[in-house]
């Protein structure tokens, strides 16, 4: 069982810049590739940007991409997600996910976190 833990949301204003972590519980993290998303309220949950267990390649939502960076650090047990130039639009409770093995992809995660709230204001 992996229990993942998000943090660095805020409120912030457009044009601003945000970290967010995850930092999964267990002694196995560099076998979980990882995902985030978030949810706008009367929205649906969607894929933001996604990152394998080896970290070799990256993945991100059209609407996400050339802002936000995904990363990971296996020795610190911590997975990143960089938000630059954020726009109102971002405003949403962003979520990891986990899946053990090799993934890069917006479907099949076993695992998440309990969100943490990103408010951007115009």
Same mark, same amino acid.
């Given at each position: 069982?992996?229990?993942?833990?998000? $943090?660095? +949301?805020?409120?912030? !204003? /457009?044009? #601003?810049?945000? =970290?967010?972590?995850? %930092?999964?519980?267990?002694?196995?993290?560099?076998?979980? $590739?990882? +995902?985030?998303?978030? !949810? /706008?309220? #009367?929205?649906? =949950?969607?894929?933001? %940007?996604?990152?394998?267990?080896?970290?070799?390649?990256?993945?991100?939502?059209?609407?996400?991409?050339?802002?936000?960076?995904?990363?990971?650090?296996? %020795?610190?047990?911590?997975?990143?997600?960089?938000?630059?130039?954020?726009?109102?639009?971002?405003?949403?409770?962003?979520?990891?996910?986990?899946?053990?093995?090799?993934?890069?992809?917006?479907?099949?995660?076993?695992?998440?976190?309990?969100?943490?709230?990103?408010?951007?204001?115009?």
């Amino acid at each position: 069982q992996v229990q993942l833990v998000e $943090s660095g +949301g805020g409120l912030v !204003q /457009a044009g #601003g810049s945000l =970290r967010l972590s995850c %930092a999964p519980s267990g002694r196995t993290f560099s076998s979980y $590739s990882m +995902g985030w998303f978030r !949810q /706008a309220p #009367g929205k649906e =949950r969607e894929f933001v %940007a996604a990152i394998p267990w080896n970290g070799d390649m990256t993945y991100y939502a059209d609407s996400v991409k050339g802002r936000f960076t995904i990363s990971r650090d296996n %020795a610190k047990n911590t997975v990143y997600l960089q938000l630059n130039s954020l726009k109102p639009d971002d405003t949403a409770v962003y979520y990891c996910a986990a899946r053990i093995g090799y993934y890069v992809g917006a479907e099949r995660y076993d695992y998440w976190g309990q969100g943490t709230q990103v408010t951007v204001s115009s």
